[in-house]
């Protein structure tokens, strides 16, 4: 087979005839198949099945002999900290367990540092004329979302394969109106890549024009290996204190995608002062999270083993589902030169690129054929992919049956529109 941008006019319109029946065919069949959010399957939920029963009627005393269905603890309960420590890369007494949403701790910081201001800062950051916050594109869209919700302006930059481009976050990060950053720094969402070493120190070092400038480190992938090759994330806490920035960091994760995505526990961890000021503002607002939420999360994971053992079982679910996409892009798309894909290590998305403009029409054509897919532009803060090629494609919610038709459907689509903008007139 031969690329798209050589094939002839004649050959051309041929493919695309072949490719308009086949879209035509597949309409037919009235599929409904649906590829747009990060969702764990049922049978991944249905893992931690045995957390239900748990703690278990009389089972509600902590190790400190403390009763967890009562009010208190705003920081969370020791235990479920020291089983996250590792995780978290802080020391228990840095770390804050709250209830299940790791989105809603990144609200609360956001909320928190525009009412109050934060560690470093001069004032609140509502007080500031304007505010901004960079966004490594592509990115998680409910990251930007809230940001524009709260009127913090988004700066896109670009991701390298290895983290954001550092000479333009250094460049941007000098203005005193920057006040932070987004990052996905393992497994990102949707790029899937990871932050080399080199980045991290040079978001630990880099001098910033604002004092109380915020890494906001959601980590959310962090446990979340789709192989064995297990890239190792830098300690952003550690490097930013050697850097001496130890407040600049926040570093957020969940066990959304561990236990139950409804259900879960979220982190944060920080510096001891931006841990002191985050519950000195967090304990105006509950007299204590669910900590029989956390002790049920201690019982059924147990230590570090119980994590690893936990996430292999995921693994084997979703693993399977990202392979079966890599095949089918690679057998559709792959002679034609018209996409490239991403082939994950970890993390709950794939994110494909297909030809320049085309991004919007393959979700359309993806629609008319029953795949849903998430809308182009998501990927970019304001909707606004300057090139229409970014797709986040996400795999782990379907069944693999439904996983590999729907990549089918994709594939076509994606050929069949850069097949549209290659005929000529
Ligand atoms: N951060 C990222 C990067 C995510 O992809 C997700 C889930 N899609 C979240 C946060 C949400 O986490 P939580 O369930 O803890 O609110």
Redesign the pocket.
């Known amino acids: 087979m031969t690329a798209l941008a050589e094939m002839s006019a004649d050959a051309l319109r041929a493919l695309h005839a072949d490719l308009v029946r086949e879209h035509e065919a597949l309409k037919s069949r009235g599929l409904a198949l649906d590829m747009t959010?990060?969702k764990p399957s049922p049978e991944q939920l249905d893992l931690a099945a045995g957390m239900l029963a748990l703690p278990g009627n009389g089972d509600h005393f902590t190790e400190a002999g403390e009763d967890a269905r009562n009010y208190g603890g705003n920081q969370g309960l020791p235990e479920v900290r020291a089983l996250f420590a590792p995780v978290l890369g802080a020391p228990p007494q840095q770390i804050v367990a709250g209830n299940?949403?790791?989105?809603?701790l990144?609200h609360d910081v956001l909320v928190y540092a525009l009412l109050h201001g934060v560690p470093g800062g001069e004032r609140p950051w509502v007080k500031e004329e304007a505010i901004s916050l960079i966004s490594p594109v592509p990115g998680?869209d409910?990251?930007f979302a809230l940001s524009q919700s709260l009127g913090i302006k988004l700066i896109p930059v670009a991701l390298t394969g290895e983290g954001p481009d550092m000479d333009e976050v250094e460049r941007l990060a000098a203005d005193p109106s920057v006040k932070g950053i987004w990052c996905?720094p393992q497994y990102a969402?949707p790029s899937g890549e990871t932050y080399s070493d080199a980045v991290v120190a040079r978001l630990a070092q880099m001098w910033t024009g604002a004092s109380d400038f915020r890494i906001l480190w959601?980590n959310?992938?962090v446990l979340h290996h789709l192989t064995d090759a297990r890239p190792q994330l830098r300690n952003v806490l550690d490097a930013c204190a050697e850097a001496g920035h130890g407040d600049r960091p926040v570093v957020?994760a969940?066990t959304?995608?561990v236990t139950l995505?409804g259900a879960?526990l979220?982190f944060l961890a920080a510096s001891p002062a931006n841990v002191g000021w985050y519950l000195g503002c967090a304990g105006k607002r509950s007299i204590g999270p669910d900590k029989l939420n956390q002790l049920r999360h201690v019982r059924f994971l147990r230590d570090t083993a119980g994590i690893g053992a936990h996430m292999e079982k995921h693994r084997a679910l979703i693993a399977p589902k990202f392979a079966a996409v890599d095949e089918v892009l690679g057998r559709r798309l792959g002679p034609y030169g018209v996409a490239r894909w991403s082939k994950p290590l970890g993390g709950?998305f794939i994110v494909l690129d297909g030809a320049a403009g085309t991004a919007a029409r393959i979700v359309a054509l993806a629609k008319a054929a029953g795949l849903a897919l998430t809308p182009a532009g998501s990927t970019h803060p304001y909707g606004h992919d300057p090139d229409d090629r970014t797709l986040r494609i996400a795999p782990t919610y379907p069944s693999l049956a439904e996983v590999e038709q729907a990549a089918e459907v994709i594939a076509l689509c994606t050929l069949l529109a850069a097949c549209e903008k290659h005929l000529p007139a």
């Open positions: 959010r990060g299940n949403s790791s989105l809603a990144m998680y409910r990251h996905v969402n959601d959310a992938y957020f969940s959304s995608k995505a879960g979220a709950y």
